[in-house]
């Protein structure tokens, strides 16, 4: 795989980090993830990583983690901008002795600014980036929306894309480097066409009247007769003219509604028939018609089927296989390993870095380090 050899440590903290962990995972990387003492159970992307339980605030604990960096090649900090600082585990510390590390840091306003030490979460960001006020309609607040946005795309994907093109530079320069990820920016600037293409005529005014964002009839979601729904996006003229057939309405008629008759038309119409019968009408239509497939169902479509999109978990939950696809070096889902349990591979990685037997036990005894207790010493 494209990033097998590159050592990753994560320091375990909410959805963010451990997704940026599970791309590089995905696609080679070893991915050691730093857990507290504390044995937490919030992580549900530890599969096909390596799991090591340490007390950063005891000196012997942040020995090992000190010794476990100077061997890797990059660190996702996901605690709050001076954290790592004030353990003496901050980029000068830790470079000096691995000056080919690469300090990945990942918080919601960055490690500079007005807002660093203030607290958030997705839909702060969002809303902070600019990105949140596009997201309303009819004069109602912005809808809050799931935590893809800013904690992941704006996040964790950012972050990836700043590990690859610092260790990419790192193979001419031969030099790590500290990386600002902030899920703030990281929002915005994947909604950079938005901001860019204000001035194009598919802007309405308010948001939600405009054609991509709910204002236009003919990109829309509409609800079926058996209460799922169907999602339309027939722009150009050559796909809204199989739309109109799909739907058994006349150009003639149709040129002659109103905007709100026409959503009104298009409602009462997609409520005479199933999803699975609308599929079957818009099958051999180019109209831009497809179904709004739910999470448990997803993988069971024909598009995916053919694809082999998605996979089923240990946990029988469906998830998507890494993405995007390629040709020589495919990732392949970490995710269809089994979970690792907290402390699971301390001993493993202690021995792997040089400790001896009696240090292990001598480590575990004073809780400098825990070791998930079916490990073996």
């Avoid at 904690?151 to 530079?169: K, P, Q, R």
């Avoid at 150009?236 to 739309?243: C, G, S, V």
């Avoid at 694809?307 to 390629?326: C, G, H, M, Q, T």
Wanted: hydrophobic share 35%; with cysteine; aromatic share 8%.
């Amino acid at each position: 795989m494209a990033l097998n050899g590159i050592k990753v440590v994560e320091m375990l903290g909410l959805a963010p980090g451990p997704f940026c962990g599970t791309v590089l995972a995905d696609f080679g990387a070893t991915v050691t993830v730093v857990q507290k003492i504390e044995v937490t159970t919030l992580d549900v992307l530890s599969n096909g990583k390596k799991a090591i339980s340490l007390n950063l605030k005891c000196p012997r604990g942040k020995q090992v983690f000190k010794k476990l960096m100077e061997s890797s090649d990059v660190l996702i900090d996901t605690y709050r901008p001076g954290v790592l600082e004030k353990l003496g585990l901050g980029p000068q510390d830790l470079m000096k002795k691995n000056p080919k590390l690469i300090y990945a840091r990942l918080t919601g306003y960055g490690q500079t600014g007005f807002y660093k030490d203030k607290a958030g979460h997705d839909l702060n960001y969002v809303a902070m980036s600019g990105v949140l006020s596009m997201l309303g309609k009819d004069g109602q607040p912005p809808r809050a929306p799931i935590n893809i946005l800013a904690d992941l795309a704006g996040g964790s994907l950012s972050c990836v894309l700043g590990i690859i093109l610092a260790l990419f530079e790192r193979s001419n320069s031969g030099k790590g480097q500290i990386i600002d990820a902030s899920m703030t920016e990281g929002a915005a600037y994947v909604a950079n066409w938005i901001f860019k293409s204000k001035n194009l005529p598919i802007w309405m005014g308010e948001p939600g009247t405009s054609i991509l964002d709910g204002g236009y009839p003919s990109y829309q979601t509409y609800k079926t007769k058996d209460n799922k729904f169907i999602a339309v996006a027939a722009l150009e003229e050559k796909f809204h003219l199989m739309f109109l057939k799909g739907l058994n309405i006349s150009e003639e008629d149709y040129a002659v509604w109103e905007k709100n008759e026409c959503e009104k038309k298009f409602k009462e119409i997609f409520l005479t028939k199933t999803q699975q019968e609308w599929c079957n009408i818009f099958k051999e239509l180019d109209a831009c018609v497809t179904p709004v497939l739910d999470l448990e169902n997803v993988k069971n479509h024909d598009l995916h089927l053919s694809r082999k999109s998605f996979y089923v978990d240990e946990n029988n939950l469906v998830a998507p296989e890494p993405a995007p696809r390629l040709s020589r070096t495919p990732g392949s889902a970490s995710g269809k390993l089994p979970s690792v349990k907290p402390g699971q591979h301390t001993i493993e990685i202690l021995t792997s870095l040089g400790y001896k037997k009696s240090e292990i036990q001598e480590l575990i005894n004073n809780n400098s380090v825990y070791a998930y207790k079916k490990s073996n010493l």
